[in-house]
């Protein structure tokens, strides 16, 4: 089966904007771009007006939580049974995709144990729709530094934590080997958390336990997230070898330069902030940024002067699914170009996911994860808002 796409001009990722094109999708595969008289096919759709793009990325989500201003994030580890959070989490991958995100990295399952390893499947077989997913798993937390903390509760309370317990070397490369079997494609550690005397975020795991989970992931074949909002954590998340580094808020000049030269990654995770401040009052809609922001936006620019490689990673979940757009407005705000936040929701996240090859681009061979929206995004990125037309692994969202 083979469909040729006909849109008035193409972001390949490789160049600017260029009109004249069409694009033939065989299976899953994008075959040919080429001018729109060189291509035969068994369907044609016509996208006129439309500007056809790779499909939009976010490397750092969570489909198995929703906005904890619906309801605490504590309570849905508590209280939300893994099959009632997995119905949720399918209705997110549909509404994600929707919104033209064909690709999600999905970094914890926060309590819900492998549900995204069968989501996974689950999108994969076409059972349903939704984003390619690169998954976690449960995640791996030092004992007692995650949540829900148990100083909130009675000492003699047995309760499930958001994440998988490891105390020494012996246990975190256990849980590394167990996550890994059970079908994570990336190991995800906290290397900070809010785990201080008064809930101040202190580092958790040590850098020998770090490295030692690192070493066993990368003999596995897979890459290590780190979750560090401290300089500190993001010191000891580069010095143990991890891949990419998640938040990273409180990281300093030369922890960046760090980053920079051990050719880290960095996701911003912007979005996690504004909605945290948005939900506890401290920031108004069009208001002035709190604290909190103005650390994040502060990390930011640091993160682009040291020349670190920053992708697109949003902590949807913390928001609500299908608005992870936002993310790439957000890092334009704080100075990036609509291109700059278009090439990191795309060919940089690819390569963060070590996709280069195949995803993040119009280029014959890739996969076919495209869509097609109306007006010039690289003038206005809310001509992303609504994509016209999604296409993933070579399926049309909606039909
Ligand atoms: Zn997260």
């Known amino acids: 089966m083979t ?109 819900a144990g492998y549900a995204d390893v069968a989501l996974r499947r689950a999108i994969a077989e076409g059972l349903t729709p939704g984003p390619r997913l690169f998954v976690a798993g449960p995640a791996i937390v030092a004992t007692g530094s995650y949540g829900p903390a148990r100083r909130n509760f009675r000492p003699d309370c047995c309760f499930p934590q958001g994440a998988e317990e490891a105390s020494g070397i012996d246990q975190i490369v256990r849980a590394v080997r167990h996550q890994a079997a059970h079908g994570a494609d990336w190991i995800k550690l906290y290397a900070d958390y809010r785990a201080g005397p ?44 991890v891949d990419t580094i998640e938040h990273g808020y409180g990281g300093s000049a ?79 705000k704080l100075g990036m170009s609509n291109a700059e936040a278009l090439a990191a929701a795309t060919a940089i996240n690819a390569a963060i996911l070590r996709r280069p090859n195949d995803l993040g681009r119009i280029r014959e061979g890739f996969l076919a994860d495209l869509i097609a929206v109306d007006g010039d995004p690289l003038a206005d990125l809310e001509a992303l808002r609504q994509p016209r037309f999604v296409m993933a692994d070579g399926r049309i969202f909606g039909r």
């Open 3 to 111: 469909i040729a796409l006909h849109p008035a001009r193409i972001w390949s990722a490789d160049d600017g904007v260029r009109a004249g094109l069409s694009v033939l999708v065989d299976g899953n595969h994008i075959a040919k771009v080429s001018p729109r008289t060189e291509l035969t096919a068994d369907e044609h759709i016509n996208l006129a007006g439309a500007t056809l793009l790779p499909g939009l990325m976010d490397i750092h989500s969570h489909l198995f939580l929703h906005p904890y201003n619906e309801t605490p994030w504590d309570d849905q580890v508590l209280k939300e049974a893994e099959a009632y959070r997995t119905v949720r989490a399918v209705n997110h991958a549909r509404d994600t995709l929707g919104a033209g995100f064909t690709t999600l990295r999905d970094l914890g399952t926060e309590g």
């Open 198 to 241: 008064n809930g101040e975020t202190v580092p958790t795991f040590s850098i020998d336990e770090m490295r030692a989970a690192a070493d066993m992931a990368h003999s596995l074949g897979r890459p290590v997230a780190s979750h560090a909002t401290s300089d500190e954590g993001m010191r000891r998340s580069v010095l143990a070898g």
């Open 254 to 332: 030369a922890t960046f330069a760090l980053m920079h030269l051990k050719k880290i990654a960095y996701l911003p995770t912007l979005m996690a902030v504004k909605s945290i401040s948005l939900y506890r009052g401290d920031y108004k809609p069009g208001g002035d940024a709190s604290p909190r922001m103005a650390e994040a936006a502060n990390a930011f620019r640091l993160a682009r002067e040291a020349q670190v490689t920053i992708g697109c990673g949003s902590d949807v979940g913390v928001f609500a699914h299908g608005t992870n757009l936002d993310e790439l407005i957000a890092m334009r």
